[in-house]
């Protein structure tokens, strides 16, 4: 079967492509090779100033709870140490074993 | 896994520091001036509650006083006993007795008067009351060694 264009071939045959010289155009070719396909690295200050925008959802909601849950049990301990100081003070306030045991060291230090 | 062992890792430094700081950074609670105000607010007592422990306080006082009079009284005769010369056996094994027998009435006299002031608060908060303050009472067993200082 013959598929042939005349058309075509008659084009094609009379085509001609002469592309201008490029003294350079191996050393452009290999450098653009060598060159990196990737943008640089952005540097660690610029990534701290976007990490709240590149951290996931999940992960910004984990470190939200984590940040509540240490506030919150800080606190916490806080507040009992505060208690059980006050606790103390009251029993020795009424406490006549300990009342006496505090003067009588009052009075040993300053004899 | 390795992302979720990561944040997991990230999470618990994060509840660390914000523990740390916390605990080292915050300003601790202010301490009331005076027990009946820390009472009040530690144990939301009411107003009747705030009176009625008000009178056990007023009502124990001399209690305590006298208690303390007598222990001061006895530490003292001991310690002149302890020091003589000839030492009075006796006596001193008498006064030992004496005081170990005060102590056990001062430990009672005290446990009995906080227990007294927890039964004016809501029951919840009564037993947290004697479970903070009972410990810290002064251990008096009838067999300690005596300490006439």
Same mark, same amino acid.
């Given at each position: 079967m013959n598929d042939h264009d005349p058309k075509l071939s008659r084009v094609l045959k009379i085509w001609k492509h002469d592309p201008a010289p490029t003294p350079d155009f191996a050393k452009t070719v290999w450098s653009r090779i060598d060159a990196p396909t990737q943008a640089p690295a952005p540097s660690f200050c610029a990534q701290l100033v976007h990490f709240p925008a590149r951290l996931p959802l999940a992960a910004s909601f984990a470190v939200l709870l984590a940040v509540l849950a240490g506030t919150g049990a800080g606190l916490a301990l806080n507040h009992s140490r505060a208690t059980d100081h006050m606790a103390a003070a009251y029993v020795r306030s009424i406490d006549p074993l300990q009342m006496t045991d505090a003067s009588n060291a009052s009075h040993s230090s300053h004899s | 896994m390795k992302t979720f062992a990561r944040l997991s890792l990230l999470a618990l430094a994060v509840a660390? $520091?914000?523990?740390? $700081? /916390?605990?080292?950074?915050? !300003?601790?609670?202010?301490? !009331?001036?005076? *027990? %009946?105000?820390?009472? /009040?607010? &530690?144990?939301?007592? /009411?107003?009747?509650?705030?009176?009625? %422990? *008000?009178?056990?306080?007023?009502?124990?006082?001399?209690?305590?006083? &006298?208690?303390? =009079?007598? %222990? =001061? &009284?006895?530490?003292?005769? $001991? %310690?002149?006993?302890?020091?003589s010369t000839p030492r009075d056996a006796a006596a001193y094994a008498a006064a030992e007795a004496e005081m170990t027998h005060l102590k056990g009435i001062c430990h009672d006299a005290t446990q009995k008067h906080l227990e007294a002031v927890a039964a004016q608060m809501s029951p919840a908060e009564g037993r947290r009351f004697l479970v903070l303050t009972l410990p810290k009472l002064s251990a008096q067993s009838h067999d300690a060694p005596l300490d006439p200082r």
């Open positions: - | 660390a $520091l914000a523990f740390g $700081l /916390t605990h080292w950074l915050a !300003p601790h609670p202010q301490t !009331p001036a005076d *027990e %009946i105000t820390w009472l /009040t607010s &530690e144990f939301h007592l /009411t107003t009747a509650q705030t009176a009625a %422990i *008000e009178k056990l306080h007023a009502a124990y006082d001399p209690v305590c006083m &006298e208690h303390c =009079r007598l %222990i =001061r &009284e006895t530490r003292t005769r $001991l %310690i002149s006993l302890k020091t």
